[in-house]
């Protein structure tokens, strides 16, 4: 038994978390670091990136704060020659950081989002930020993987890639209509289709891409939303921002050593029914 629990250890291994700072991606921060991995925890919120990394360090853990601007491509590639200069390697990319547009407290004066009038300019920023960001730190980390004959890849989908938005979730009676907008759905099914490429292009060269969709994660959301929501699961209920961290770890380590091309979908059962 301690065999199969060695397989989920990530000792001297080297982890890269993009937007990091976030609510997921400091959690999969930490679960890595906990594993034994050397974590870094980049985000373009330099602040926040340093505030996740202080707090893992403080638990004696092992992690390091980058800035990193993932739609430009100098940023991306100083972020993948720093971390081969500081730690000789780079194992584990978990491509976290994406536009999300929230419906918590803290996004409450969020626009409509209408489909008929969104701007080419917001759809060009999030086509930027949720694939052509991932793009550009998937093809920079690729290269120290192939040298090194082995890595991981996690791309961080959506249950809105997998099914279209239920937009009354965001209905308010006496308030305009909100919506989620086009481009959330459009670009997450677009990383399942990105990474499905990259398993079969990697095919016989040890390095494994795979898909992590979560389903929607408590954040301070008002009752009624989260009523609405609960009610389309099947456990009834929201996830817990850290019940997300079990399933990337399963990805990162060895013990997921025959998967690749896959989407492990935790959603309480959301796209069950």
Known sequence: MSKFYDSFQLTDRIAVVTGA???????????LANAGASV???????KGATLVAEEIQDDGLLATP???DITDPSSVDDLVKSVLHEYGGLNILVNSA?????????????????????????????????????????????TPMLEQGNGVIINI????????????????????????????????AGVLGFT????????????????????????DHDDEFVEKYAARTVLGRMARKDELNGALLFLASD?????????LVVDGGWTAW
């Open 21 to 31: 700072a976030g609510l997921l991606g400091s959690g999969f921060c930490r679960i």
């Open 40 to 46: 870094v925890v980049a985000d373009i919120d330099e």
């Open 66 to 68: 980058a800035r990193v």
């Open 98 to 142: 994406a536009l999300d547009p929230k419906f918590d407290p803290d996004h409450h004066e969020q626009t409509s989002n209408a489909f008929e009038d969104y701007s080419l300019e917001a759809w060009n920023q999030a086509l930027d930020v949720n694939l052509t960001g991932m793009f550009l730190v998937s093809q920079a980390s690729a």
């Open 157 to 188: 989908c959506s249950t809105y890639g997998l099914v279209g938005p239920d937009q009354r979730l965001y209905e308010r009676e006496g308030h305009p209509p909100q919506f989620k907008p086009v481009y959330y759905s459009v670009t997450k």
């Open 196 to 219: 499905r490429y990259l398993a079969t292009y990697y095919a016989g060269k040890n390095i494994r891409i795979n898909a992590l969709t979560p389903g929607g994660v408590f954040n």
């Open 255 to 263: 013990a997921s050593s025959y998967m690749t091309g896959a989407n």
